[in-house]
């Protein structure tokens, strides 16, 4: 046994020590794997569906979602790679990349199973059979971009939340990612689109997430084994660490991709529990963040996430869980659509009784928009932003940070509350002595004060089997109508 001289045992204590503190530090630094299950959320259904929904999420009510990316190139629809060629697919690619416009060795029957006919033949019209879908990257270039002037834009359409694909089904990654070449630092534009636009957003006070695929892929043929999930994992890991978003959100809620049972793969097989524990673990405040619920199944077959996701639609009543539907501008695409006309795109008004139904049934509403590849947005997208925004401006009282109130319906009335305060929003213009909201055990008799927003003159009304108002003779906005309703008491 060799001895240690007595001079040397304080360097040995000293080289140990520093090695124990440079591991720790590096581990802390990492913020990897190895503290997926270190701080308040455990990979556990029971103690993620134990997270809070974070008060701003509540109040905020409005978002904008945005789809870009190289789709924007030929400019036709988010799943264009999957229209316009034979072998990529919601799940089980059949060969490739590449991904062209041509049949190559697939059979008849194949081939015309697995292509939409109006795009395939776009294709080959515009850019010809034999460019492939990644020949697109070098075309998105987003040269005149400026984030700054989106975010303005966004904070002037009244949303207090962004939502920004960072990485759709196509895989390429909007920020200059260390798990695949094909990312916009790169490729394409050479720049970090989803640093900048988080920046310019946060300057102007609104809150930021992102989207991410989850449970599929047009582009990548190692989906869905284990080998992209875990490229997958470490992709979403990159955006919580390089970011801290508020908001991630996953897609879709149950994957294409099936066992050999016919089942879908659960949220066990993306390692979702683990993925969502990290994003809330490794978030600066981990309560003040908030994930979707399009992770997967659980063995029972639920869904588990901070908020229900339905799309392109509303609810039929009240739900006492928060939730959020998306819906686009454009009702063909969600991505940028150069065929469609400006009068085809969601009107303001539409856009608005839509946010009204979504925010007295207890959900908030993220609009979508579809940038063009040189990094502008549409002028029809953003007038109908500009025009949701200035409803907001005289009307948002009755929408920021409200409650569902239930109370006997009316058609084209909606209600939200907020305190002793009742809002009862006409998408109509009222006619003289209509009633906004019936009678229900009494409580109309408790009507202390009615008013208009945005309007000074008074309001006449009355309670007679019900609160009946009389309009005044100018609207204060084009859209929507909120009458604001001060009760001496208010039964819950």
Same mark, same amino acid.
């Given at each position: 046994m060799k001895m240690i001289p007595r001079s040397?045992?304080?360097?040995?204590?000293?080289?140990?020590?520093?090695?124990?503190?440079?591991?720790?530090?590096?581990?802390?630094?990492?913020?990897?794997?190895?503290? =997926?299950? *270190?701080?308040?959320? *455990?990979?556990t259904w029971e103690s993620l569906d134990s997270h809070p929904i974070p008060q701003w999420y509540d109040e905020a009510k409005f978002g904008i979602f945005i789809h870009w990316g190289a789709y924007a190139v030929p400019a036709y629809h988010e799943w264009y790679v999957t229209f316009m060629s034979p072998k990529a697919r919601f799940a089980d690619n059949l060969g490739g990349p590449p991904y062209t416009a041509t049949q190559g060795d697939l059979p008849d029957n194949v081939f015309k199973a697995n292509i939409r006919q109006h795009a395939y033949e776009y294709q080959r019209k515009h850019w010809g059979k034999d460019l492939a879908y990644d020949d697109f990257i070098p075309m998105f270039k987003a040269e005149k971009f400026q984030p700054a002037e989106w975010a303005k834009l966004f904070k002037k359409s009244g949303a207090k939340y962004v939502v920004l694909t960072a990485k759709h089904g196509?895989?390429?990654?909007?920020?200059?990612?260390?798990?695949?070449? +094909?990312?916009?630092g790169d490729m394409g534009p050479h720049r970090d689109l989803v640093g900048d636009l988080t920046k310019a957003v946060r300057a102007e006070g609104m809150k930021m997430g992102y989207y991410h695929n989850t449970t599929y892929s047009f582009w990548d043929e190692r989906y869905p084994n284990k080998e992209w999930v875990e490229y997958m994992n470490n992709s979403i890991k990159e955006l919580v660490d390089r970011y801290q978003p508020s908001i991630l959100w996953g897609d879709v809620r149950t994957g294409p991709a099936r066992t050999s049972e016919g089942k879908p793969y659960g949220a066990d097989h993306w390692n979702s529990k683990e993925v969502l524990a990290y994003f809330y673990n490794n978030s600066p405040d981990p309560d003040q963040v908030v994930a979707n619920d399009r992770w997967g199944v659980d063995e029972k077959g639920n869904h588990h996430g901070d908020y229900y996701t339905p799309e392109r639609e509303g609810i039929d009543s009240i739900r006492?869980?928060?939730?959020?539907?998306?819906?686009?501008?454009?009702?063909?695409?969600?991505?940028?659509? +150069?065929?469609?006309? =400006?009068? *085809?795109?969601?009107?303001?008004?539409?856009?608005? =009784?839509?946010?009204?139904?979504?925010?007295?049934?207890?959900?908030n509403l993220l609009l979508n928009i579809g940038p063009k590849a040189d990094g502008t947005i549409p002028q029809v997208m953003q007038d109908r932003l500009l025009e949701i925004g200035k409803w907001l401006d005289?009307?948002?009282?009755?929408?920021?940070?409200?409650?569902?109130?239930?109370?006997?319906?009316? =058609?084209?009335? +909606?209600?939200?509350?907020?305190?002793?305060?009742?809002?009862?929003?006409?998408?109509?213009?009222?006619?003289?002595? *209509?009633?906004?909201?019936?009678?229900r055990h009494g409580d109309t008799g408790g009507i202390a004060e009615v008013s208009l927003l945005g309007s000074d003159e008074e309001i006449e009304w009355s309670v007679d089997g019900g609160l009946k108002v009389t309009p005044p003779e100018v609207k204060p906005c084009r859209h929507a109508f909120a009458f604001k309703i001060v009760m001496k008491s208010i039964a819950k």
């Open positions: 040397a045992k304080p360097t040995c204590r000293i080289v140990v020590l520093l090695a124990v503190v440079l591991f720790a530090t590096a581990v802390v630094a990492h913020g990897g794997d190895e503290n =997926d299950d *270190q701080g308040p959320y *455990q990979p196509e895989e390429f990654a909007l920020w200059p990612s260390k798990f695949t070449p +094909r990312n916009a006492q869980e928060k939730w959020e539907t998306c819906d686009s501008l454009d009702p063909t695409s969600w991505g940028y659509n +150069r065929r469609l006309k =400006d009068e *085809q795109y969601m009107s303001a008004n539409k856009a608005i =009784d839509y946010l009204v139904d979504i925010v007295s049934k207890n959900g005289v009307n948002g009282e009755a929408i920021y940070g409200t409650k569902a109130y239930r109370w006997p319906h009316v =058609d084209n009335v +909606r209600i939200t509350r907020k305190g002793n305060v009742l809002y009862a929003i006409c998408l109509d213009w009222p006619k003289d002595e *209509q009633v906004l909201m019936p009678a």
